[in-house]
């Protein structure tokens, strides 16, 4: 059949007439038969097979995946700020969805390997492991801490786990190790679907572990709102982050989420123990000899550990800020496990403010019933005037983490009821045993330490100036108190000594920092300056930040000087910094036999650029950062939620409508209507004929015919002066 299929094919490319043809014109231009046309053209007929669109694999588990990952995380907390008190029921439905699965994926990959992959680049073989993983967790068969059967392993690790010896079998199942990959898929899973529901339902008051929010967050409420506070309770409450009561926390969880196999999920990786290494009672191990250390190299997966200026910088964390709740195999669900249950702390100090509010017509701030009145001067928000005796009752409050600070402004009994009901409260509802000692009430003028920031009270006697009756120009010396936030250098030292940067307390000397005693000089000053720019980063709201930035310039460049003193073999650092100078941005050692100088190799290409440390000089140091702070204040994504929300509702817009509507005003669409609609009215576009009828017929009616509009009482006299007054509003726009 093929070779007949050929013979026909050829006696057409030598004959065409063969074929018989219509003599339309049509036909005749465009058979592809004719002499005219081409005849490669049959062959593209013949050779042409249709296109087969491929058929998707029913197997394939990107099939699953309907819609973007990040649209259903944004769908979610749009849904939970939008009805925020609502019960939630069902959160399998959201636990099913595929595209979370390889968000979560995506997001545990990138901290695992040190940089992001993107959904094209995850494989078919990971995607299956992953919808295993997904189907075990729906199935119940899940099970937390697993050391040898995994659903889905990290792209990085590549051991095989069935041909491992009993040996090391034995030290994988009785020693600590990290968490498993497929733990920490898990958790992120449920954290992207239980942030957005509590995160609606959080109260204003905390800030620790919260998107948005961070310590400098509560040091600027503090200098907005604490100001006028005589006394203070500062309690600790970090006993309920390290004791775990799983009854407690399944409690405040059933308050909110009502759905099982979420619920089932936490509680099980609450309840699992974690297997610890044993510890070794009071044996002592033989020293052994110090080998040599090959350097390590990483692998190219592999990701890069936390430089040097991070480490230390992470060495500075206050007090309040380090403890991390950390509960069974939770993992990074703690800190929002610990939220959800101190939460009913924070809504229990929310009723004890709102009752304790007493205004007082006497006293110059918070006179009013609702309390909403703004306190002291608008240029000074922190500034208060003082008053008489009479003054307003008033607290407020705020918690990082497991720290509380009260401020109130009234006599000392009323802070001392406060803490007793605290006591009972925290007795009742958490089971930890406080006392007096532990939540100590201190006056403002002895100052309060908040995360290594001391809070006092400075008095200040500004200028009034106020116009009398009669138009006199009156000034009078005022009484006022200023609310100092200002860093502790005490515990700046204390840091730094922890950190092997310095000795002693009052006169504190620097210390060599041995560690970078094999990086260049350009590295090391590289990884100080980082460091100095984080420093000044922290410090950003203290009143002193100009003094104590200095002193950490001080110690850093003291403890490189002595470094680069005992490296180079310098002696000392009067020579360091004379070869260096004060910065110590030029090179301390020059290579020999080459006379260019330092500039002529650097222009060259062949040394290392050396930056000088950063901030020598107190002129260099950036001022306090004295920015408003608003008192009802709100994150950015959370303020991008509720307006869009906002928006999105049809009764927003009548109400815009009918606002514009009686105020009197034109809403931007409807000028541009009312332009569009002038526009066509008064310069219809007509051909020439038109125009000569116009211009030999100057009649009422070929006028009203070519100026017509929806009017029916229009008044011809009129036009020259809508034309004016339309050019007016053309000339504005």
Not at 207 to 214: E, I, W
Not at 543 to 558: A, E
Not at 688 to 702: F, R
Request: proline share 6%.
């Amino acid at each position: 059949m093929y070779r007949g299929f050929t013979i026909f094919a050829h006696q057409i490319l030598r004959n065409p007439s063969i074929i018989p043809i219509k003599s339309t014109f049509f036909y005749s231009q465009f058979n592809p038969f004719t002499p005219r046309a081409n005849r490669f053209a049959l062959f593209r007929l013949f050779s042409f097979t249709p296109v087969h669109r491929r058929v998707p694999d029913p197997d394939d588990p990107a099939n699953l995946m309907k819609e973007d990952g990040v649209s259903v995380c944004s769908q979610m907390w749009i849904e939970n700020f939008r009805e925020p008190d609502r019960i939630i029921t069902n959160l399998t439905s959201y636990l099913r969805r595929f595209e979370l699965w390889v968000l979560a994926y995506q997001k545990v990959c990138a901290d695992e390997i040190g940089s992001y992959m993107p959904r094209s680049s995850v494989t078919r073989s990971a995607l299956e492991d992953l919808l295993a993983l997904r189907n075990a967790v729906l199935d119940s068969r899940f099970k937390w801490g697993a050391r040898l059967e995994f659903f889905i392993k990290s792209p990085k690790d590549k051991t095989d786990y069935e041909s491992l010896s009993k040996r090391k079998i034995k030290a994988i199942l009785t020693t600590t190790q990290p968490a498993p990959f497929q733990d920490k898929l898990v958790q992120e899973v449920l954290l992207m679907i239980l942030e957005p529901i509590y995160e609606a339902r959080f109260s204003q008051k905390s800030f620790a572990f919260r998107p948005g929010r961070n310590a400098h967050t509560v040091l600027r409420v503090i200098r907005r709102s604490f100001a006028g506070y005589l006394w203070y309770i500062k309690g600790d409450l970090s006993a309920i982050l390290d004791g775990l009561k799983v009854g407690l926390v399944m409690s405040a969880l059933l308050r909110d989420v009502r759905d099982k196999k979420v619920i089932d999920l936490i509680k099980l990786a609450l309840v699992m123990p974690v297997i610890t290494s044993p510890v070794d009672g009071g044996e002592k191990k033989k020293k052994q000899k110090r080998k040599y250390q090959k350097k390590k190299v990483l692998a190219e997966d592999e990701p890069k550990p936390d430089p040097y200026w991070l480490e230390t910088f992470f060495g500075f964390a206050p007090e309040e800020a380090e403890k991390l709740p950390s509960w069974g195999h939770c993992g990074i669900l703690s800190p929002l496990l610990a939220n959800i249950c101190l939460d009913e702390l924070d809504r229990w100090m929310e009723g004890k403010i709102k009752d304790f509010y007493r205004p007082s017509k006497s006293d110059v701030i918070w006179n009013s019933p609702e309390g909403e009145a703004e306190q002291g001067n608008t240029s000074w928000p922190e500034f208060v005037p003082t008053s008489g005796p009479d003054k307003t009752r008033k607290m407020d409050y705020v918690r990082y983490g497991g720290h509380i600070l009260i401020g109130i402004r009234g006599p000392r009994a009323d802070a001392a009821t406060l803490r007793k009901q605290l006591i009972e409260f925290c007795d009742q509802k958490y089971m930890i045993k406080l006392d007096n000692e532990s939540l100590p009430i201190e006056h403002i003028t002895k100052g309060i330490m908040f995360l290594d920031h001391v809070l006092c009270r400075r008095v200040v006697y500004p200028t009034l100036r106020y116009t009398a009756t009669g138009g006199k120009i009156i000034s009078e010396k005022g009484v006022g108190t200023l609310l100092s936030v200002t860093a502790s250098l005490k515990q700046c030292i204390k840091q730094f000594r922890k950190l092997n940067f310095l000795k002693g307390d009052r006169e504190p000397d620097p210390q060599p920092c041995f560690r970078m005693f094999h990086a260049t000089q350009a590295h090391t000053n590289a990884q100080m300056n980082k460091f100095l720019s984080t420093m000044v980063e922290w410090y950003r709201y203290a009143d002193n930040r100009k003094k104590v930035v200095n002193f950490c310039s001080y110690i850093i460049r003291g403890s490189l000087a002595k470094l680069y003193a005992a490296k180079y073999k310098l002696r000392s650092r009067a020579k360091v910094y004379k070869i260096g100078a004060r910065n110590l941005g030029r090179p301390l050692k020059e290579r020999k036999g080459q006379s260019p100088e330092y500039q002529n190799l650097l222009r060259m290409g062949l040394v290392e650029s050396i930056d000088g440390l950063q901030y020598t000089r107190m002129s260099l140091i950036p001022e306090t950062d004295y920015t408003p702070f608003p008192s009802n204040w709100r994150p950015d994504h959370e303020k991008a939620l509720v307006e869009y929300i906002s928006l999105d509702d049809p009764n927003t817009l009548e109400e815009q409508r009918s606002c514009i509507g009686e105020l009197g005003l034109v809403s931007p669409q409807d000028y541009v209507s009312m332009l569009v609609w002038n526009y066509k009215r008064n310069a219809i576009v007509m051909d020439q004929l038109s125009l000569v009828k116009s211009a030999a017929s100057n009649t009422a009616g070929d006028h009203q015919l070519l100026l017509s509009s929806n009017h029916e009482n229009y008044d011809p006299n009129s036009k020259e002066e809508e034309e004016a007054e339309e050019g007016l509003h053309a000339s504005q726009i």
